[in-house]
């Protein structure tokens, strides 16, 4: 068994306020802010709203010199990679449980190019000194960062800037990191959305989508998500009558509820949730014997939202819409990368319950290896940052919608499900058969900057 550890020499950083439980399950509030990833980043040029990047594109500055006679963190038999997350209250848990699953993966066949791939894994205990500290430290010992997952990830990236020889994949949720030309996102977001989910649920429910609501959490990063989203809902003829935002330590939505009921609310958007939150939706929606059609998204996809929405009977006929499988293993038998990551996922951590950042660690780590595999049998830094440049396709084996992390540029292909039986079914997509491996791919992406 492969566990998660903290790597001897990096020195541990004290706890200077152990946090009451209340916080912590605050903290899991936060997510709210970072659904779907990445909630604010974008790098695509774009100067007014429009559902096509800039045809000038992402351009990086080149890479530094020194980054390719740079081998710390590798030897001949090694290759060393830190991450750097927020495990406190089990926040983000399952990033570096992830980055250790692939890690298993390749090693289990002999590493990559014979180098097995060694995971040492810190949690900044949701602090940003901690975070910049272990960053440095990650800097100054290992190859490469892969599969980090912090919402103070702004602190690591002053010291990325700094070293920008050193690659760093991972799903960043600062603007500023995810812009850095050494940050590679197995799944880049941009301010904006994907139009195809808003045109399929405007043509499953035109006269719904006049009575629109969402409920965001009071954090400057979902809000700003979320007016991607309602531009690009607005430009596809819907009508958001109700969008408050609401403190991350709410756990009662009742007066929202009685809220949406008062506007006539008949369409409600949920995607930007994390599952514990949704579920709370989705027993006051209950209570109050109000039922519009609800529409979920990838960070409330989890085994825990059917029983903590009070079972089938509470939220059957749900709709789910994202660009990932669904890889809790649903797709299983029509994508065997689901089986594989499942697997993995266990020999990293028996009992672990994967989610969305248990598979964007998988992922992360994933990307990483395909550019060092790239990057031949003798790779620096700068041979790797010169192989992820050239990654302009990636979807892990059809885990993820395809995307560009060369480009910065995210999917636009997604699948739509439903809650039957308390159970995650596709509906409407196409067969999860080569070419299109389940993925509609119908619209692009509505990029937008107010």
């Known amino acids: 068994m492969h566990l998660v550890q903290n790597r001897p020499g990096h020195a541990a950083v004290r706890d200077r306020s152990r946090r009451p439980a209340r916080v912590v399950l605050s903290l899991a509030g936060v997510v709210l802010a970072v659904s779907l990833t990445a909630c604010s980043s974008t790098t695509n040029s774009t100067s007014t709203s ?108 002053a010291v990325l800037a700094a070293n920008p020889d050193v690659p760093n994949v991972t799903v960043s949720l600062d603007q500023a990191t995810s812009d850095l030309p050494n940050t590679f996102s197995p799944s880049p977001a941009a301010t ?25 959490a009071g954090e400057p990063s979902a809000e700003t998500k979320w007016a991607g989203e309602k531009a690009a809902m607005v430009s596809e003829g819907y009508r958001v009558v109700y969008d408050p935002t609401f403190a991350i330590t709410t756990t009662n939505f009742n007066e ?59 939220i059957d006929g749900a709709y789910m819409e994202q660009s990932t499988s669904l890889y809790l293993g649903e797709d299983a038998t029509a994508i065997p990368a689901v089986g594989t990551f499942l697997h993995w996922v266990q020999v990293a951590s028996p009992g672990w319950h994967a989610d969305l950042y248990t598979f964007y660690g998988w992922l992360s780590a994933q990307l990483f290896v395909q550019a060092l595999s790239a990057a031949g049998s003798h790779p620096s830094r700068g041979s790797v940052l010169a192989a992820l440049r050239k990654i302009t396709s990636f979807n892990g084996n059809h885990l993820n919608a395809t995307a560009d992390p060369a480009q910065k540029l995210p999917a636009s292909c997604y699948i739509i499900a439903r809650i039957e039986q308390g159970r995650y079914v596709r509906v409407d997509d196409p067969p999860t058969t080569p070419p299109s491996y389940g993925y509609r791919c119908d619209q692009p992406y509505y990029f937008y900057q107010g």
């Open 50 to 157: 429009t559902t096509q990047p800039s045809t000038k594109g992402y351009v990086a500055p080149p890479i530094p010199s020194s980054a390719f006679s740079n081998y710390t963190g590798i030897t001949n038999s090694t290759v060393t990679v830190g991450n750097v997350s927020t495990k406190l209250g089990g926040l983000f848990a399952g990033s570096p449980i992830g980055v250790q699953a692939y890690a298993d993966y390749v090693n289990s066949s002999g590493g990559i190019n014979g180098r097995k791939l060694v995971v040492g894994s810190q949690d900044d205990q949701y602090a940003g000194g901690p975070n910049k500290q272990f960053t440095a430290a990650d800097v100054a010992t290992d190859f490469a960062l892969v599969g980090s997952f912090s919402l103070q990830d702004s602190f690591g990236g």
């Open 192 to 216: 904006g959305w994907q139009l195809g989910p808003l045109v399929y649920f405007k043509n499953k429910f035109p006269s719904e989508i006049t009575h629109t609501a969402a409920l965001i």
């Open 256 to 314: 929202y509820v009685a809220s949406m009921k008062s506007e006539g609310v008949r369409i409600l958007f949920l995607e930007q949730m994390p599952e514990n939150y949704a579920a709370s939706v989705i027993k006051a929606l209950n209570q109050q014997n109000f039922h519009p059609t609800v529409v979920l998204g990838a960070s409330t996809y989890s085994e825990q939202l059917v029983p903590n929405a009070g079972g089938p009977a509470a």
